[in-house]
């Protein structure tokens, strides 16, 4: 962190309800008439570039009844500025925002400084936004450390997203999201809050489930703090689906229609490009972001486009399986145009960091307690030649210090990613770092005990606790930090660090912190 960090508990009561406590925009036109306060959802900012940044915010005066708009565009004011008071006024304009995307508006502000922080706000007639809190990347030649943390899978019912109060009290720079930002489906044991409504299936239905999960005040708060990216996984759409296959529908017309949905539910309340924006079933949200000289960051899409699910076809991943389909040359987790775009990247421009953001585990992860071997096919080892593929491009390219990110498996987990995971002496080629989940149960302890009992590579492994991670990059050191909740299932419970591990400049593979 650098220049003009806010004092963070002063950020938050100037963010979090703020209306019109500070300097306002000038003379108030007459408000539009809306049944209530329009801003319930929040605001939200992502896509940092080094002149750029993506500023979000919904109209949803009553966001659990469709809403509560009319079906008429409405003006949203936004500005940007230098200072938390609004007295050096940078960037300001005015959106529309339409009924066809939910009144939700997304606004690229161009012409930033690099490397610094900047707040913005939004305005409807006389009712003002919270405060958010956004910071551009640092330009390429600019080396500043960095510090970011991710998180994954938030099933809403299963606990209170307390980590993510802890998240906006930290220092950080951006915060990267991985996925399964909403749950389609209850599940799980001992659910504290319940969602509205069943399994979503039309746009009206996602766009609930999404207003549900964001009205969360800590969520909010975290949204508020920092720039964040984001990219989706399964639950956004439905369980352990591939590409155009869901277990849970036959019909593969109808599943697209509810992917189409889904997809344009999840752009329209996450601060993305318009770069991302859908077209009908398709989105392409796997992209690239340079953080000066010290990080180049991939984002990647392990859903859209990936072959299906080997040795059960026609049925959900089972947690424990082989056959010699899971290992065909032509099945990939990315599919053969991202594949290219991994491999063209990577060629190209490099930071000190390469940091890889994806999903899932990457690491191989033998699951059968036997003399045999069982293996998730929802999980990159389903997929073991494009995974193959994109750790030989690693290599190839002499990308520098590849760190990989992941979520999904609702545990932590550090490990090296090697070319041979069966050979003990092959080449460790990359560091992993997996996150446990938001909220969501993670597995049993006795499969974890396997997990590192037949897999030597997994240096570490976790499962009873909810949390999230912290990565500090500096030009010699990879710093994670593994941050636990006390209790998920209690309101404001504290978080304390569980592990702290490393990798080292020039030299991949998990160090002890």
């Not at 019909?251 to 949905?261: E, G, I, N």
């Amino acid at each position: 962190m650098s220049d003009l960090v806010l004092p963070r508990r002063r950020f938050l009561q100037a963010s979090i309800g703020a209306t019109l406590a500070v300097r306002p925009f000038g003379i108030l036109e007459a408000a539009p008439l809306l049944p209530d306060y329009p801003f319930t959802l929040g605001v939200a900012s992502g896509a940092p570039r080094a002149n750029s940044v993506v500023i979000w915010t919904r109209l949803a005066p009553k966001p659990l009844e469709g809403g509560g708009m009319s079906a008429q565009p409405v003006a949203v004011d936004w500005q940007v500025a230098e200072d938390e008071n609004f007295g050096r006024v940078v960037r300001k304009g005015r959106a529309v925002a339409e009924q066809a995307s939910a009144h939700a508006v997304h606004v690229t502000v161009a012409g930033l400084k690099p490397g610094r922080w900047y707040w913005y706000r939004f305005r409807v007639g006389r009712a003002v936004s919270p405060i958010g809190r956004t910071r551009t990347a640092p330009a390429v030649g600019a080396a500043p450390d960095l510090r970011f943390a991710y998180a994954s899978c938030q099933q809403y019912e299963q606990g209170y997203f307390s980590a993510y109060a802890e998240i906006a009290r930290r220092e950080l720079d951006f915060v990267v999201h991985l996925g399964d930002y909403i749950y389609e489906s209850s599940w799980g044991s001992r659910h504290v809050r319940k969602h509205t409504g069943g399994i979503p299936t039309t746009l009206p239905e996602f766009r609930e489930r999404y207003a549900l999960y964001k009205l969360d005040p800590d969520l909010q708060s975290a949204h508020a703090a920092f720039p964040w990216l984001s990219i989706w996984d399964d639950h956004e759409v439905a369980n352990d689906y591939t590409d155009d296959r869901s277990s849970l529908m036959a019909d593969r017309d109808q599943f697209l229609k509810v992917r189409a949905a889904a997809y344009q539910a999840y752009y329209e309340h996450m601060p993305l490009p318009v770069s991302a924006r859908p077209q009908g079933p398709q989105a392409v949200i796997y992209d690239q972001y340079r953080f000066g000289d010290m990080a180049n960051l991939l984002l990647l899409d392990d859903r859209q486009y990936r072959s299906h699910h080997a040795c059960l076809p026609g049925r959900s991943a089972s947690p424990r399986v082989d056959c010699a389909d899971r290992l065909r040359e032509d099945r990939t987790m990315l599919g053969d145009g991202q594949e290219k775009w991994v491999d063209r990247t990577l060629a190209g421009d490099k930071g000190r960091w390469t940091i890889i953001a994806q999903q899932t585990l990457m690491a191989e992860r033998d699951l059968d307690p036997g003399e045999g071997h069982g293996y998730w096919m929802d999980g990159w080892d389903g997929y073991a030649a494009g995974r193959r593929r994109l750790l030989d491009s690693l290599v190839e390219h002499r990308a520098p210090n590849p760190v990989v990110i992941g979520g999904d498996v609702h545990a932590f987990f550090a490990a090296d990613l090697k070319s041979d995971f069966r050979d003990e002496k092959s080449s460790v080629v990359a560091t992993e770092f997996c996150g446990t989940s938001i909220t969501s149960e993670g597995p049993s302890a006795k499969g974890l005990a396997t997990v590192r009992a037949k897999n030597p590579h997994i240096k570490y492994a976790r499962d009873d606790k909810r949390g999230f991670a912290v990565v500090s990059l500096k030009k010699d050191r990879c710093e994670v930090g593994f941050e636990a909740v006390a209790n998920e299932k209690e309101p404001g419970s504290p978080v304390s660090r569980v592990a702290t591990f490393a990798c080292l400049d020039g030299r991949p593979g998990v160090v002890e912190g």
